[in-house]
């Protein structure tokens, strides 16, 4: 069975740096964009960065400049580099993937158990 493992999560001070990294586990074949989400308390999980198998990016305005998603396919990981924290960056960071091929197996949007960052003095 396939399952995304996120690392990284943590306590930083205001404009410090963090790295996220999100491993896909089991014998991978493919897989298609990933991304990584972000929910803070009592709010919605909204998109923080998202990559395609290519490599094209996607962000939010609002980690535009801060924030850096890259993937390593022969690892089956993506990462998300972010730095010039703000105490509004502190939420639960989850780590997802459109659609992983383990032959002969499918599986579609895919999550991982999420890794919380937060950002305080």
């Known amino acids: 069975q396939v399952q995304l493992v996120e690392s990284g999560g943590g306590l930083v001070q205001p404009g410090g740096s963090l790295r996220l990294s999100c491993a896909a586990s089991g014998t991978i074949t493919s897989i298609n964009a990933m991304g990584w989400y972000r929910q803070a308390p009592g709010k919605q999980r909204e998109l923080v960065a998202a990559?395609?198998?290519?490599?094209?990016?996607n962000y939010a305005d609002f980690v535009k400049g801060r924030f850096t998603i890259s993937r390593d396919n022969a690892k089956n990981t993506v990462y998300l580099q972010m730095s010039g924290l703000k105490a509004e960056d502190t939420a639960v960071y989850y780590c997802?993937?459109?659609?992983?091929?383990?032959?002969?197996?499918?599986?579609?949007?895919?999550w991982g158990q999420g890794t919380l960052v937060t950002v305080s003095s």
């Open positions: 990559i395609t198998s290519g490599g094209s990016t």
């Open positions: 997802h993937a459109d659609e992983v091929t383990s032959h002969p197996h499918r599986y579609l949007g895919l």
